[in-house]
């Protein structure tokens, strides 16, 4: 896996998930359209880890109590989470959906789980990170505070799976 | 080719929730096509329907948006929310995964 890809695939989704929870800094227009466009760095993310979820899918019970698991299940937690806001948000849009043609009558439920998913997504993000702190931080160290520095060998946080 | 292939299978699960959910909220008594949010209901004219408050639909507050101040301390709220939850999961997970190891090397 492409440690750096992965490192500004984490930095670009968390920057602009935090941004599309304040709708009113952008406008709802650029907030819809925004967050429909960060589908595509969601998915290339959950991709990106494709290896990882197979290996603990097919190892899950080998060693059951290790923060990966807890981590497994949280990240298909946060899938249902941003499949949610997404689905919530397409429904009650008012900008992006009249766009493409079609019209959706507003709904006071919809509302109401798009934000409760926005704010139990983010809980759920910030103890996601906190499970791989130490990766977080090895990488932090290594393309923020030290990007041009020549390093004779990587972190090795960096390149070891979680839990495997 | 694999890496897009793997791409549509994560969409075409998201998809699946997604219509799952939609299925599962329409289901719901009080988010049919017609109703609306309490205090929100249309009156008739007679008044025999006619609710102690009645307002339009409330809409979603858009301004045209620009970095104001209130959406600078509203992101800036979030993203200390957020660092004080990283906080607390990163001293949990320490207390609650990596203690019994310590432990161990402690015992040898």
Known sequence: MNIKLNFWIDVATFT????????????????????????????????????????????????????????????IAIFIGFTSIIVSGLMISEHFVPALGFQVGARYGWRRIHSLAANLTLVLVAIHVALRWEWVKAAF?????????????ADPVLTEEDGM | MKFLLRCLLVLAVAVAIGLILYDAVQALPGTSPSSNPPGTQLETQNGSNAPDNPRPYPPRNDRGGGFRLRSVVGIAGKAILFSIIVFVSVMAKNIVFERAPNRKKKEN
């Open chain 1, 16 to 75: 602009g998930f935090m941004i599309a929870m304040e709708p009113h800094s952008t406008g709802l227009t650029i907030h819809e359209w925004f967050t429909v466009a960060a589908v595509g760095t969601l998915i290339v993310h959950f991709v990106l880890h494709w290896d990882w979820f197979i290996r603990l899918t097919s190892r899950f019970f080998v060693k059951l109590f290790h923060s990966s698991r807890l981590n497994y299940l949280l990240a």
């Open chain 1, 141 to 153: 160290i290594r393309f923020l505070m030290t990007p041009f520095r020549k390093i004779e060998k």
